[in-house]
């Protein structure tokens, strides 16, 4: 990772550059990571601090790197296919990526963390990274885990997991994930949209999303307040949804146009909820 300054305005924002383990042996000569270490806990116990400071304004949420996103960055795509031929090596780094996670949820959650946030990239635009298969065999035991730790201690798992992520989504929901983020508007795949994955799952799940950050940064603001409003309308009567970006508020986004969507939250985001069509 390195840290880019976007020149329009001088922000600094943070970039995937490529992996840093060669191979499985390279991986296997460095230290394995220690959950214990105590930065990790003071880090979330500042959070805690603040938002107490702030009259509880804001809700401060831990999060972590877990199993997906920072295995096969950590190598680079083209290496970390190699390690995903050699079922022995996958399962090794997998478990050790599974392991440590675990040990941070259950840290956090002890620490009465009430909301656990992981990120951890299942796919991208056209699809996902490696097989349903593949995500069976390796990440979803680990995830079905860490969500049971959680809840053990009446914490709740958040996944922020970019992509087209339609194959597997009935498997996440398995696993006990309690809340679902981004549910990208942008992906290749019509079918993996917001609306109609609510309608089939809501009952088991909390979404989280979508307005597109490429409709924040190039929309109309009537098409922004247009969508804002039909995802507050569809989605959110009888709870279960939490309105947010279909991603992330980056530099390109006018503040003309996240106070649009903002508006809309503050106008129409309050129970009973009653927006007409």
Known sequence: MKFEVYEKDKTVILGYHGGYFKDFDDYESWEPLDPYWEARLNNFLAGRQAQEELNNDVF?????????????????LENFVRILA????????????GKFTLEIVKILAENDAQLILLYDDYGFKNGLF???????????????RICNAAHKQDCKIFLHSDGDLLEIFEDIVACGVDVINPVESTTANPDYDIFELHKKYGDKITFCGNV???????GEIY????????LIRELAPGGGYIFASGHSINPVIPVEHFEA?????RKYGNYPINIPD
């Not at 490696?130 to 079905?144: A, D, E, G, Q």
Request: net charge positive; glycine share 4%.
């Open 130 to 144: 490696m097989s349903p298969r593949n995500y069976k065999t390796y990440v979803f035991p680990w995830l079905k």
């Open 86 to 97: 050699k079922q022995k090596q996958a399962k090794k780094v997998f478990d050790d990526r």
């Open 60 to 76: 401060s949420i831990p999060s972590t790197g877990a199993l997906m996103e920072c295995s096969w960055q950590g190598f680079g």
């Open 223 to 230: 098409e922004i307040e247009t969508y804002a409003k039909q």
């Open 261 to 265: 969507m903002q508006n809309i939250k």
């Open 212 to 218: 597109s950050p490429i409709m924040l940064a190039y």
